[in-house]
């Protein structure tokens, strides 16, 4: 028996060398990704492009190789430990995926989406959707085609849905985003009909020298561990990184002092749940997050549950008043009121509030599940696009440049990525209501600045498992129940309800 | 013949591709290490180590896989035109070298030599050879090791020698500093008892931000190319990159701003040189930079012969005036005494002036030779050390942390490195005689600030080259001249002449 132990151990070691080796080279992947966004000269672009793609490659090749195939059957005909099992099972799923796809097939979509993105953006900057339709035509094809390598029996779309959000199922999304949408709309339409006026307090012109110091002082508030990460501002703002090092990065709008600190507030929790990641287990799905819902949820939790409570901003808006003379005077009721104003007419998913955010999702989704699955054609999108916002928000776009082309997500090939900002959100409810729950006055400690309680309930509840469970189980684990859009309703149905004087 | 044509092709076609992913990763590599200097939080360090690790051992696999082997073959066999032969001789090089040395013994060196950092360091701090003796002993034997693995029939001090500078020989590298010692010692010795007193105008403080901003002035004089570089700051100064992104970094000492400025400089040249390599030939040693000789002359050729020319000064002075009011009343030849100053009891590489600055390299060069050709022991060295001190600069280290412990190198397992910057020099001054004698009044061009020809010169004698030359060859070629180092000993002659008013 000792002698099979060892067998095994040698096995294992084996394969976890070759998934920290892929692991390390994707970080390293990363290191250039965040160079590019932040700090790169825009010279850089051709050898960087090259170096992106030779990493990726390699990282491909490791996955595929036969080898990793022969571990992975030897290893799950073995008895293995929970962890191993765990690891086993997530790298698993990445080899079914990397192997099923043929090479060229991904070159393919590659190249298309190297030409979809100008396309894009020249549809974008001249309000002209034919300039985009045929590239996203296209790319519809081809992601129908990815889809069907993977599991030709299996609806497209749920196939793409899992390369972002692998355990929840479609079942959980298309429920949670209906339910979204029944619930929400009738409430946005009370918000729409409401004679309550909120306060809109940040009228003048904040110095983006300013807003960054009060990013930082944000983070200071927080308890981001500066040893392990940095602050810098990109284009679009973004987290990444490891446990040993996860930055933020934010924008700044000269007339929106607020929005670059939720922007700020929201990469924090990306990366604060990056930070709690076991140390001991870099390299491997254990020292590696959860996929996009999980994620989501914890950028979701300390921007809205945390960051949007009148409790968060009787303790921070003394710093803002310190930063910005503007701010003193205002009291701490029309600062939340601020914070959760609900912009009526707004068309743009990207500027809206923690409410309607949610119908851009659904929008978006509904359209995407129906191109994916044929069931309507890519000229159809932009009428179809503005009935929804009509019927959901109660706002036409008058443009498509305002509409479906807002976002940049299909021109990466990105379809079945954008409900987990929903989900997201949704999870970050069901988990803010359960550590509320579990630790003693959480409102009372966000009123004073105190976060560690906060902070460990996470990482003891998510952080620190990386990949052990799956979503599902992880949620289970964490709340006692599972994945439940209820706590969100109730959420935001009390919180808006109170704002605009709903009865 | 027409199938034999396409044969080869697609057989140079395909070595290719091995070569260019090869440089991506290495590449990739690089920018994880600029990102380690310059940006990444001090926790990242584990995780980057890996990182690091991982992408030089996959460079190292793809390099000395048994295909690339028998594509070189193949290829030598072939009727290759020059530049693919010099691509060929290129990489057969590095491929012999990497596959000549067992994978033990580099990660044997690898280990040693992240052990004997942290033990020179401590070693210098409490200024005791002796904490670092046992380590550097190990690190001699190691490197002895090596060199024998590539080469058993030769010195194995050329060997090492040859991992820096592969093609102008031991015998120029022993041949020039044995020159410039019995050249410069005497000079030294002159400047030593000269009763001139050159000017020091910089008495006072100088913060960081205003010389950073001079930093910017001297790059923007010169002519760097930011759409492919930037400016930041590091411990220890150095320049990396692409032809596509090639940056640099210096550091601000308060007391001393004509020595940042002077490091911005130098790495300016190296930049410079890596901005200038040929676009089209990115990832393949035709667009990568010639061996250690050639890119430090290109970062004293700014350095010196252009920065702290009279020349120079007369164009740039008004700009350091404008930045500090100081430097206001200061006139030219002050400022260029303060260039050029000898500090006679200077004890410390980094801080030496560029006529002594050779002998601190002829000392390390003699002992480190010794020590490898095992003619001394390794306790010997600081006494012998302090003795060449004596014989060639006139000073005796009171400590060995201001002797043989002052530099980083050995530590790092780098022997044969420090000549080249001696060998840098001299080439600099032959290729600025060369370029002085080809461009119309290139000194008058210095003093209106037109530095146009001179980068041009550069660019179409060196930089554009990349490794089609062998170094010896590019020389001749530049210049028309071998590698000498007359124009450098009749500069210093003439200049430090001038200076110290010697006869």
Known sequence: MATEATAENTTYEEFLGKVKRISNVQNAAGILGWDQEVVMPEGGTPARSQQRSALSAISHELLTDDEMGE???????????DEQAAVVREVRREYERATR??????????????EALPKWKKAREEDDFSIFAPTLEKLVELEREYADHIDPDKDPYEVLFEEYEPYLGIDTA???LAELRDELVPLIEDVRESDVELATPFEGTYDAETQEELSRDVLDTLGYDWDRGRLDTAPHPFSSGTQFDARVTTRFDESDPLGALMSTVHEFGHATYTQGLPDDQYGTPLGQARDLTVHESQSRVWENNVGRSRAFWENFLPLVQERFADANGVPVDEMYQAANRVYEDNLIRVEADELTYHMHIVVRFEIEKALIRGEIEVDEVPELWNDKYEEYLGVRPDTDADGCLQDIHW????????PTYSLGSVLAAQLYAKADEDIDDLDGQIRAGEFDDFHDWLTENIHEYGCLYTTDDLIEHATGESFTAEYFLDYVTEKYGALYDLE
Chains 1, 2 share one sequence.
Do not use: A, K, N
Request: charged share 35%; aromatic share 8%.
């Open 174 to 176: 298309e429920e949670t």
């Open 101 to 114: 796809v043929p090479g060229e097939l991904v070159e393919e979509i590659s190249r298309t989406t190297s």
């Open 411 to 418: 021109s990466h090939g990105s379809f079945g990525y954008f």
């Open 71 to 81: 571990l992975l059957d030897e290893l799950e005909s073995e008895d293995l430990d």
